[in-house]
């Protein structure tokens, strides 16, 4: 078999579904893995489970050869972020620090395995890279939550920081008591407290409400699902384009051509 035919059974393997399924189905056992070492277990159990946990490993390794072997164009493997955490993740993995000063490295980056399933589903990818799109225009409405917050804060502990020092006794500690009102973790108990004090201390908190968990919450919403909508709508129309079909913009292109053409005639 020649490196060509052995290219393409390898792209056929990292291609199949019963093979993504497989790799899904490990990462999900290496998360129970991870889950069960939290608990007291005997020394038996323990060295069973230290064992999978080396064999999830080697499958994983497995795994990664087979994508880059199946990959086309191997110079363009390692410019995907999601494939050069995958392997970091697994060569890091493969290094025995268990009895050693970096035990707890080696613990967490086989937490960190459980991740792995972003890269393997498209769906939490989409999600994913919707996310860090959004962040530029996030950035700006909490910049601006921010800000409310530390005029609130700054308030609430100059008025109140007589009537309870643990809650605003210094602007970090308002900004905690703050979030704890914007979470409705109990908020009552706060406003009620210094009601018996200020007794329209109430329109301070129900504005602070109606700023931050209404409005600037429901903006974060709004921004994230307008741009996942735009990823959705990216992602249509690079596999149409790959397809060969018609795209959105060209098909509202050609449309317009219609109109036009229809407007001509008549």
């Given at each position: 078999?020649d490196?060509?035919?052995?290219?393409?059974?390898?792209?056929?393997?990292?291609?199949?579904?019963?093979?993504?399924?497989?790799?899904?189905?490990?990462?999900?056992f290496?998360a129970?893995?991870?889950?069960?070492?939290?608990?007291?277990?005997?020394?038996?159990?323990?060295?069973?489970?230290?064992?999978?946990?080396?064999?999830?490993?080697?499958?994983?390794?497995?795994?990664?050869?087979?994508?880059?072997?199946?990959?086309?164009?191997?110079?363009?493997?390692?410019?995907?972020p999601?494939?050069?955490?995958?392997?970091?993740?697994?060569?890091?993995?493969?290094?025995?620090?268990?009895?050693?000063d970096m035990?707890?490295?080696?613990r967490?980056?086989?937490?960190?395995?459980?991740?792995?399933m972003?890269?393997?589903i498209?769906e939490?990818?989409?999600?994913?890279?919707?996310?860090?799109?959004?962040?530029?225009?996030?950035?700006?409405?909490?910049?601006?939550?921010?800000?409310?917050?530390?005029?609130?804060a700054?308030?609430?502990s100059?008025?109140?920081?007589?009537?309870?020092e643990?809650?605003?006794?210094?602007?970090?500690?308002?900004?905690?008591?703050?979030?704890?009102?914007?979470t409705f973790?109990?908020?009552?108990?706060?406003?009620?407290?210094?009601?018996?004090?200020?007794?329209?201390?109430?329109f301070?908190?129900?504005?602070?409400?109606?700023?931050?968990?209404?409005?600037?919450?429901?903006?974060?919403?709004g921004?994230?699902?307008?741009?996942l909508?735009?990823?959705?709508?990216r992602?249509?129309?690079?596999?149409?384009?790959?397809?060969?079909?018609?795209?959105?913009?060209e098909?509202?292109?050609?449309?317009?051509?219609?109109?036009?053409?229809?407007?001509?005639?008549y």
């Open positions: 078999m490196s060509q035919s052995l290219q393409d059974a390898f792209y056929r393997l990292r291609s199949n579904k019963a093979f993504e399924l497989f790799v899904i189905t490990i990462i999900i290496s129970l893995v991870i889950g069960v070492k939290t608990y007291p277990l005997p020394d038996g159990l323990l060295r069973a489970i230290t064992v999978m946990d080396w064999l999830i490993t080697f499958i994983f390794l497995v795994e990664i050869v087979v994508r880059f072997l199946g990959e086309p164009n191997k110079k363009r493997f390692f410019h995907s999601w494939n050069v955490f995958d392997t970091l993740i697994v060569v890091v993995s493969l290094v025995p620090i268990e009895n050693s035990a707890l490295i080696g967490l980056v086989r937490i960190f395995r459980v991740l792995r972003v890269s393997i498209p939490l990818r989409m999600l994913l890279n919707s996310l860090m799109k959004a962040l530029p225009q996030l950035g700006y409405v909490m910049l601006m939550m921010f800000i409310i917050f530390y005029i609130y700054a308030i609430g100059t008025f109140f920081a007589p009537i309870n643990d809650l605003w006794g210094d602007i970090a500690l308002s900004l905690l008591t703050l979030f704890r009102v914007m973790e109990d908020w009552t108990d706060v406003m009620y407290e210094t009601m018996a004090i200020y007794p329209l201390s109430w301070f908190y129900l504005s602070f409400i109606f700023f931050t968990a209404f409005a600037f919450l429901n903006m974060v919403i921004i994230v699902v307008n741009v909508e735009e990823e959705h709508q992602v249509a129309s690079e596999e149409a384009a790959a397809a060969g079909e018609p795209t959105l913009v098909l509202r292109e050609e449309i317009r051509e219609l109109k036009q053409l229809i407007k001509d005639r």
